[in-house]
Nanobody, 122 residues
Framework: QVQLVESGGGLVQAGGSLRLSCAASGRTFSSYVMGWFRQAPGKEREFVARISWSSGRTYYADSVKGRFTISRDNAENTVYLQMNSLKPEDTAVYYC???????????????WGQGTQVTVSS
């Protein structure tokens, strides 16, 4: 059974940092692309960042470029999202997801975690 389990969310002041983790299990993800999405109250779930598990190639939404960094640890089967210079508009539930294709569309992602709340106070 495939499982993606996020952790690391919390409450932080504007300008602060958080690191989210996504532990993947249940299958081999070496051919997958791992993505982070977020959903703020009343808004659509939006793409944040993705990383190719095999090549390590990354891609970011413009809104987080230069502030967030996605990475993976192959040995631990874990993907990370380092979030720096956080802003109140980064407040959302953050989801980890896995896709067989290189994409920023949530419909292309087959597996999803349960989400972790990130709240940035002003």
């Amino acid at each position: 059974q495939v499982q993606l389990v996020e952790s690391g969310g919390g409450l932080v002041q504007a300008g602060g940092s958080l690191r989210l983790s996504c532990a993947a299990s249940g299958r081999t993800f070496s051919s997958y692309v791992m993505g982070w999405f977020r959903q703020a109250p009343g808004k659509e779930r939006e793409f944040v960042a993705r990383i190719s598990w095999s090549s390590g190639r990354t891609y970011y939404a413009d809104s987080v470029k230069g502030r967030f960094t996605i990475s993976r640890d192959n040995a631990e089967n874990t993907v990370y999202l380092q979030m720096n210079s956080l802003k109140p508009e980064d407040t959302a539930v953050y989801y980890c997801a896995a896709s067989r294709v290189v994409s920023g569309r949530k419909s292309d992602y087959n597996y999803w975690g349960q989400g972790t709340q990130v709240t940035v106070s002003s």
